[in-house]
């Protein structure tokens, strides 16, 4: 049974940091590719970053550049999104996924075959 648990999420003040990790068990993680995806409350789930099974691709959204850096530890099975200079509008339930596909139009929507329950993100003005 393939698990995938995100912790790390909280509440921060902006300009604060945060790091985000998923651990998975259950797959061969070396052989998937990690997506982080978020969703606020009255919003559809977006993409926010991605890696590819072996790191050696990154993908990010637009609004998180710069200020958010994906990575994985195939050693541990684990994902982590550290996200820095936290912005209101970044608060959202965060959502880390897996797949088995590396090309970047997939990993870039919310089509991944396995996901996480979820963690809580809010960050104050």
């Known amino acids: 049974q393939v698990q995938l648990v995100e912790s790390g999420g909280g509440l921060v003040q902006a300009g604060d940091s945060l790091r985000l990790s998923c651990a998975a068990s259950?797959?061969?993680?070396?052989?998937?590719?990690m997506g982080w995806f978020r969703q606020a409350p009255g919003k559809e789930r977006e993409f926010v970053a991605a890696?590819?099974?072996?790191?050696?691709?990154?993908y990010y959204a637009d609004s998180v550049k710069g200020r958010f850096t994906i990575a994985r530890d195939n050693v541990r099975n684990t994902a982590y999104l550290q996200m820095n200079s936290l912005k209101p509008e970044d608060t959202a339930v965060y959502y880390c996924?897996?797949?088995?596909?590396?090309?970047?139009?997939?990993?870039?929507?919310?089509?991944?075959?396995?996901w996480g329950q979820g963690t809580q993100v809010t960050v104050s003005s």
């Open positions: 996924a897996a797949d088995r596909s590396n090309v970047r139009y997939f990993l870039t929507r919310a089509q991944y075959r396995y």
């Open positions: 259950g797959l061969t993680f070396s052989s998937y590719s």
């Open positions: 890696v590819t099974w072996n790191g050696g691709s990154t």
